[in-house]
C-alpha cells in the first residue's frame, strides 16, 4: 500500500510517500530533511493531535478564553477531550499559562490558558448553555 502525507513538521511542506506492507512502513521518501520521517512514522503508526478551543469564563471582561493542550493527544481520543471541555466554566480572573483542567480525559495532557481575563462586570454566568 502507498500513503501520501504532506509533513507538517517545517515551512517546507515536503510530499512525502510512505510504502506500507503487512501494516509496518517499508520506505518512506520525498522528505528533505529527518523530521518528516519521523512526521510520517508517528502518523501511520500512532497520529498524534493538538486542540486550540476555548472556555466560558464567569464574572470576566471577556466571556471566553482560549486554551489548548500543553502537548499532543492521540488523534482518536479529541472527540472525548472536547466533550469534557465543553462542560467546563472558570471563574475570572484567568492568567495565562494557568493549568484550567489537570490530565484532561486521563490523557496526559493538561487544558491551558492562552490569554489574560480580568475580572468585570461586563459576562456574567452563563447557565443557559
Known sequence: MLKELTCIM???GC??????TDGKII??????????RDYACQEITSPMRNIATSVLVNGGDQPLVSVRLDQPIEKDQIFKVMSKIK????????KIGSVLIEDIASTGS???ATKNI?????????KGR
Open 110 to 112: 493538561n487544558i491551558i
Open 15 to 20: 510530499d512525502l510517500e510512505i510504502k506500507i
Open 27 to 36: 520506505d518512506i521518501t520525498g522528505n528533505s530533511c529527518p523530521k518528516g
Open 10 to 12: 517545517c515551512p517546507v
Open 118 to 126: 480580568q475580572k468585570g462586570e461586563i459576562y456574567e454566568d452563563h
Open 87 to 94: 462542560k467546563v466554566q472558570v471563574n475570572a480572573p484567568v
